[in-house]
């Protein structure tokens, strides 16, 4: 690759409108020239999820101003971009919908080229524009609405090695907050609480631990954390503090265990490939989690695998990783039709599109 190339990244797939200009330089280094997040979670808050329709709504007001700021923020006009990336799935159609529209709009206003990019493959490539990661490596996927392994083999080439069969750790870790009155999105309140907890005072229990494969289970640690929860509540007539910080402490012990464990599991697969230099990244929202991360990081260390974790501006949704994931689509001669369809479903490796599940962020994949 010899070419520096500009594209504008357009994400609506979720609950946040977002746009970015990003620049490939020849020697394949990402420069984020700008990237815009305007979040919606006070627009769904007193709904405890995200309302599709508050959600599609808010993004067709919103992507318009989100691009115009990209590229302000950029410095640069339309006729100095190579291209338009923009996530034209998986996720909620309506959003999904308004951000393929204004792509293919301002496509057929100026002639550049379109990419539609698929948002998981968005975080996917991440760390490969935060730390240029060669491929093959594996990648865990863990946010509020995502949760998959994954190795990252070429830029439209993934084999899914496993992932949840129902809820999201993110989504699970909201879940608690809301069972424990702790503000949401719950995760960084559950990790505060975590800390000055027990971890071991409550035996939650680690789910499909016995099952050899890569998937993963949150929502029965779910149920086990509100039954503990009922418990406390009918012996105190209320939640004491410290009681509150020993479930939180002893819920995030469980889902650092499952996924260590399950993380182990995939990397084994994964080094059967005998790549060059091993590598473990991690993404999303819950990539956050310093306990969990730290307990990543020490398997690593333990598997001799590096690990890295993209910064958690780009760990969670965002138009940065939709421009990078297009110019590497770009670049490997994809081009999209001008009739580019939204697909709300949209697995990243259709051989193993049978575990799909929907939670409160909607489809999967
Ligand atoms: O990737 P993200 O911003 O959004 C999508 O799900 O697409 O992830 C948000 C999720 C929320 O469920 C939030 O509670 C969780 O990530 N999260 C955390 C932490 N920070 C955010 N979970 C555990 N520990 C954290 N420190
Ligand atoms: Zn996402």
Redesign the pocket.
Known sequence: MTQTLTFLGIESS?D?TAAAVLRRTADGQALILSSVVEGQSALHAAFGGVVPEIAARAHAERLDHCVEQALAQADLGLGELDGIAVTSGPGLIGGVLSGVMLAKGIAAATGLPIIGVNHLAGHALTPRLTDQLAFPYLMLLV????CQFLIVKAPDVFQRLGGTIDD????A??KI?KLLALP?????Y??QEAALGDAKRFKFPRPLLDRPDCDLSFSGLKTAVLRARDQVIAQNGGIPLQDRRDLCAGF?AAVSDVLVEKSRRALEIYLELQPLVPALAVA???A???H?RSALQALCARMGVRFTAPPLRL???NAAMIAWAGIERFVTGTVDPSDLIARPRWPLDAAAAGMIGSGK?GPKA
């Open positions: 979720c946040d946010s509020g609405g995502h999201a750790p993110g989504e870790f909201d907050a949401q999105p719950g995760g960084p559950v990790e995030q999303g929202g819950v956050a989690n310093t969990i760990c969670t949704d962020k």
